[in-house]
């Protein structure tokens, strides 16, 4: 392991999973899975930007998962540049799950870290693009002071959680599939007299609504200068629209 303390690790989720589906309407069959992989693509991304955090990237064992995370480390390593060259040279390893629920693969990736010697460990799974650099960094200023941070969706679920110092609560215990999940998990916190932190509501990419807010996101931070964020998932959905156009 690296001298680094933080680790930010990337969970590929499956396209049906603990009542999560990824259903986009059009966007279907090979398309579909083109945007899953920009997706992953642009979330490892924007985490190779943070400083002094290494990055794993976990994933089933399955051959086509295998060929995806592949494709993904190869274009990435020649795509980033600068720091974030670096960081997938020096602090990006990929990991291997057995296919086990969501509730006990996100266990055993915290358990992992943790006896890995990490003492700051953030979990992101792989629909959540739009979550960029500074989201993460503030994250971890949080997880710098409490126990636990979360990063809640409007459904109640998650779109990050992040553990400090040790694995404290047994995430395989809870019904992933509850609508109550994020307050759930946030109580057993509060029971065990544990500290967390809230980041902003934001939202995972399952369904043609989302997509829509994804879209406005990405239009934000063109407007706002930044040309980076999301960039994948922009030119893989700007081709698949184009082609359905013809």
């Avoid at 602090?91 to 996100?106: A, C, N, P, T």
Wanted: glycine share 6%.
């Amino acid at each position: 392991m690296s001298k680094n303390k933080t680790v930010i690790a990337v969970c590929i989720q499956e396209p049906f999973e603990d009542g999560s589906t990824l259903d986009l309407g059009m966007i279907h069959g090979d398309d579909l899975k083109f945007v899953h992989q920009a997706f992953i693509t642009d979330t490892i991304a924007n985490a190779a930007k943070v400083d002094e955090v290494d990055i794993r990237l976990y994933h089933i064992d399955d051959k086509d998962r295998k060929k995806l995370v592949g494709i993904v480390t190869e274009y990435l390593t020649k795509k980033l540049t600068g720091k974030a060259s670096e960081k997938m040279k020096k602090s990006f390893s990929i990991h291997e799950l057995k296919q086990d629920r969501w509730g006990i693969r996100v266990e055993r990736v915290f358990n992992d870290c943790f006896n890995a010697g990490y003492k700051h460990v953030i979990v992101i799974g792989s629909r959540t693009p739009t979550v960029s650099t500074s989201q993460i960094l503030t994250s971890l200023k949080m997880l710098q002071k409490s126990d636990a941070v979360f990063g809640p969706t409007p459904e109640g679920r998650y779109y990050l959680i992040g553990m400090s110092g040790s694995y404290q609560i047994e995430l395989s215990n809870f019904d992933w599939k509850s609508p109550t999940i994020y307050s759930e998990v946030a109580q057993a916190f509060t029971e065990k007299g544990l500290k967390w932190s809230e980041l902003e509501i934001w939202y995972v990419v399952e369904c043609p609504e989302d997509l829509e807010l994804l879209a406005r996101d990405i239009n934000q931070y063109r407007y706002e200068g930044d040309n980076e964020t999301s960039i994948e998932t922009e030119l893989v959905l700007e081709r698949i629209l184009s082609n359905l156009e013809h």
